[in-house]
C-alpha cells in the first residue's frame, strides 16, 4: 500500500481512527458528549470525501474510490452522524455508555462506506461484517431490556448462518474464476465456460445470504423481531443505512455480472414478487408501528430488487433514487419513535398513539408525513421514487413485475393510513410522551425538508445520480 | 496411497460430523466437532498446507472447542436435552439429500478449466507454506488485514459492553 492509496481512502480512516479515539478517551473521560464528538467526526469524514479528489482511481484493487464510492461516503456518514444526534437524549434517558455507542456507530459507517466501495468480493465481505458485527452489539445495546437481548441474539444467529452461506458462495466462484476481483471474478461462468455450475451454485449461496442481510421475502422473518426489540435509533440506522448499503454495493456487483445475469434473472424476479406479495400480505394486520414498518420495509426491499433486475443506468438511477427517499423517509419515522420513548417504555403500539396528534401536532404530522411518502403520495418524495421504480420495469421489459408493484403500493395506503388515523382521528386518550429535545427536532426538520424538497423538486439530485453512475 | 487416506480421513470427518448433530450430550458433539476439524487438518497437510492445518489445530480444535466446552458447562446443560428424533431431522436429511444430488450433478457437468494460480507446489516446496501465507498477508492483502482487525475491536468492545454488568 502507497501512500497515494492511503491518502484516497482517508474518509474511511478518518471514520476508524475517529471511533478509535473516541473509544480510548472514552475510558478516561465517561461523557455522553462523546455522541456530538462522533457527529462531528462522521461530518468531517463526509466533508473530505465530498471535498478531496482521490490521487489512485482504486485502493488495493479492494475499493473504489471514484464519485460512486464518495457518493455514498458522504450519504452513509450523513445518515450516520443524524441518527446519532438522535441518540443524544435516548442515550442519556436510557444510560447507554456514550463514548462506546458513537464509537460504535461511526465504526458501522466505516464499515458501510467500504461496503459501496467495494470492487471485490473480499472488499464487499469485509465491508458487510464490519456493520453486521456493530449492529448485532448495538441491537442488545440496553440490557436490561429482554427483548432487546432476544433481538439481538436472533439477528446475531441468522446473520451468522447468512455470512457463512456469504464466505462460501464467495470461495465457489473464487474457485471457478480464481479472482476476488469485480469483473474478472464473474468471468468464464457464463453459457461456454467448464466451470459455470460453480459459479451458479456460488451465486445461489451468495444471493441467500443477500437476501437475509437486506430481508428479502423468504429471508425476512428476522426483521419484526428485531426491529421491535432494537433501540428506536439503532433502527432506523438498521433499516436505512444497513440494507441501503448493501443495495449500493449490489448495484457494481450486477453491472460485472454480464451474460451471467440472464441466468440470476428468474430467481431475482421471484425474490422481488414474493418480498412485494409477503411483506404487504403481513404488514396488514400489523397493530405495531414498528412492526409494520418491518414489513412494509419488506415491500421497499422488493422495489429496490425492481430496479437491480431491470438493470442499466436508468433503473439504477431510479433504485438510487429510491433508496435515498427510503432512507429519510424511515430514518424520520424512526426518530419521531425515539423522541417519544421514555424511561419505561418505546411507545409503539397503535393503542399508545391514539389522539396523539392533538397532543403533540408537530412530530405526529412528521410521522404521518414520513409514512404518506413510503405510501407515495404525490408531493412528497416517495411518490416519484415509486414512479421511478415502476416505469423502469415496465420500460425494461417486467410488465409482471409492475402490476405487482402497482397493487402493492396500492395496498400499502391501508397500512400506512392505519396509524395515521389512529394518530388524528380517534379520541384523545393517550398519556402525554416525552417533549422532544432541540437535536431530535433538528434532524426531524432537515429529514422533512428532504422528503419534501426531493418531492418538489428531485432534478438536482437525478441529475448528480447520473453523474455519478458509472 | 494418499487417496486412500483422503477417503479414510474424509469418510471420518463425514461421520464425526453427522454425530455431532445426531450426539445426545452436548459433550460428545463437542468432542466429535474436534474429531471433524482434526481430520480437517489432516487434509490440509495432505494439500501441502502445513500452516493452515497448524492453525486448524490451535484456533479450531484448540481455542474455539475449549470456549465450547466451557459455555456447555457454565450452562450446566444435562445429558437429556435433545429428543431422540424431531420432524425438522426429517427435513434437514431431506434437504441435505437433496443438497447432495444437486452437488453430485453439478460435479459432474463442471469441467475444471479454470486457469492455475501462481502459487505451485513446487514454490511451496522451495519457499514453505507459511512464508509464501505471510508474504500475501502483509503485502497484497494488507488492507484487508486491518479491517479485520477494526472486526476484532468492534468484538472485543462488544463482549465488554454485552456482559459488563455496570460500564
Not at chain 1, 283 to 301: E, G, I, T
Not at chain 2, 10 to 34: G, H, M, Q
Not at chain 2, 121 to 149: K, R, V
Request: hydrophobic content about 55%; charged content about 10%.
Amino acid at each position: 500500500m502507497s501512500a497515494l492509496e492511503l491518502q484516497s481512502l482517508l474518509p474511511q480512516i478518518i471514520l476508524a481512527l475517529g471511533a478509535t479515539t473516541v473509544l480510548m478517551l472514552g475510558a478516561w473521560y465517561p461523557s455522553r458528549k462523546w455522541i456530538l464528538g462522533g457527529v462531528v467526526i462522521a461530518l468531517f469524514a463526509a466533508l473530505s470525501a465530498g471535498l478531496m479528489t482521490p490521487a489512485v482511481p482504486e485502493v488495493g484493487n479492494l475499493y473504489s474510490t471514484g464519485s460512486y464510492a464518495r457518493f455514498f461516503v458522504v450519504l452513509w456518514s450523513l445518515l450516520g452522524a443524524l441518527s446519532l444526534l438522535l441518540s443524544l437524549r435516548y442515550a442519556e434517558i436510557h444510560d447507554l455508555p456514550g463514548s462506546e455507542y458513537c464509537a460504535l456507530i461511526l465504526f458501522a459507517i466505516c464499515g458501510m462506506s467500504l461496503l459501496s466501495a467495494a470492487t471485490s468480493l473480499i472488499g464487499l465481505f469485509l465491508g458487510l461484517e464490519a456493520f453486521t458485527l456493530v449492529f448485532y452489539i448495538l441491537i442488545a445495546f440496553k440490557r436490561e431490556d429482554s427483548r432487546g437481548a432476544e433481538a439481538g441474539l436472533k439477528y446475531l444467529v441468522m446473520g451468522a448462518v447468512a455470512t457463512g452461506f456469504l464466505a462460501f458462495g464467495i470461495s465457489l466462484i473464487y474457485a471457478a474464476s480464481g479472482s476476488f476481483h469485480l469483473p474478472e471474478a464473474f468471468a468464464g461462468l457464463e453459457q461456454a465456460g467448464g466451470m459455470r455450475p460453480l459459479g451458479l451454485a456460488g451465486w445461489a449461496l451468495m444471493l441467500v445470504a443477500i437476501g437475509f442481510k437486506v430481508s428479502l421475502a423468504p429471508f425476512h422473518l428476522w426483521t419484526p423481531d428485531v426491529y421491535q426489540g432494537a433501540p428506536a435509533p439503532v433502527t432506523g440506522l438498521l433499516a436505512t443505512g444497513s440494507k441501503g448499503a448493501v443495495f449500493a454495493s449490489l448495484v457494481p456487483l450486477f453491472a460485472a455480472l454480464g451474460p451471467l445475469k440472464a441466468d440470476l434473472e428468474q430467481v431475482l424476479w421471484l425474490l422481488a414478487a414474493l418480498s412485494l406479495l409477503a411483506g404487504t400480505f403481513a404488514a396488514l394486520p400489523q397493530r405495531n408501528l414498528k412492526r409494520m414498518l418491518a414489513y412494509s420495509s419488506v415491500v421497499h426491499m422488493g422495489y429496490l430488487m425492481i430496479g437491480l433486475l431491470v438493470g442499466g443506468s436508468e433503473a439504477h438511477r431510479a433504485l438510487l433514487f429510491y433508496l435515498i427517499s427510503y432512507a429519510f423517509a424511515t430514518l424520520a419515522a424512526f426518530g419521531v419513535l425515539t423522541s417519544f420513548s421514555r424511561v419505561d417504555d418505546e411507545p409503539q403500539e397503535y393503542a399508545d398513539f391514539r389522539g396523539l396528534g392533538y397532543l403533540h401536532p408537530r412530530r405526529s404530522s412528521l410521522l404521518a408525513a414520513c409514512l404518506l411518502s413510503l405510501a407515495g403520495i404525490p408531493p412528497l418524495v416517495g411518490f416519484f421514487a415509486k414512479f421511478g421504480i415502476i416505469a423502469a420495469a415496465l420500460k425494461g421489459g417486467y410488465p409482471g413485475l409492475a402490476v405487482i408493484a402497482v397493487l402493492a403500493a396500492l395496498t400499502s395506503l391501508y397500512y400506512y393510513l392505519a396509524p395515521i388515523v389512529v394518530l388524528f382521528m380517534q379520541q384523545r386518550d393517550a398519556r402525554q410522551l416525552r417533549r422532544g429535545c432541540r437535536h431530535e427536532y433538528f434532524v426531524l426538520a432537515l429529514c422533512f425538508s428532504a422528503i419534501l424538497l426531493l418531492g418538489v423538486y428531485p432534478a438536482p439530485l437525478l441529475d448528480l445520480l447520473t453523474g455519478i453512475l458509472p | 496411497m494418499l487417496s486412500i487416506l483422503f477417503y479414510l480421513f474424509a469418510t471420518v470427518a463425514i461421520f464425526s460430523a453427522f454425530y455431532v448433530t445426531k450426539a445426545r450430550n452436548p459433550v460428545n458433539s463437542a468432542l466429535c466437532l474436534v474429531t471433524t476439524f482434526i481430520c480437517f487438518a489432516v487434509l490440509y497437510i495432505t494439500l501441502d498446507a502445513p500452516f493452515m492445518a497448524a492453525i486448524q489445530i490451535i484456533v479450531y480444535a484448540g481455542a474455539i472447542i475449549v470456549l465450547i466446552i466451557f459455555v456447555i458447562m457454565l450452562l450446566n446443560l444435562g445429558t437429556a436435552v435433545k429428543k431422540r428424533y424431531t420432524h425438522a431431522l426429517a427435513w434437514g436429511a431431506a434437504l441435505s439429500v437433496i443438497m447432495l444430488f444437486i452437488t453430485n450433478t453439478f460435479i459432474r457437468r463442471g469441467v475444471p478449466t479454470g486457469k492455475l494460480g501462481d502459487v505451485t507446489t513446487q514454490m511451496i516446496h522451495s519457499y514453505g507454506h507459511t512464508e509464501l501465507i505471510g508474504m500475501a498477508l502483509f503485502t497484497e492483502f494488507l488492507l484487508p488485514f486491518e479491517i479485520a482487525s477494526i472486526l476484532l475491536l468492534v468484538a472485543i468492545v462488544g463482549a465488554i459492553i454485552l456482559s459488563k454488568r455496570q460500564v
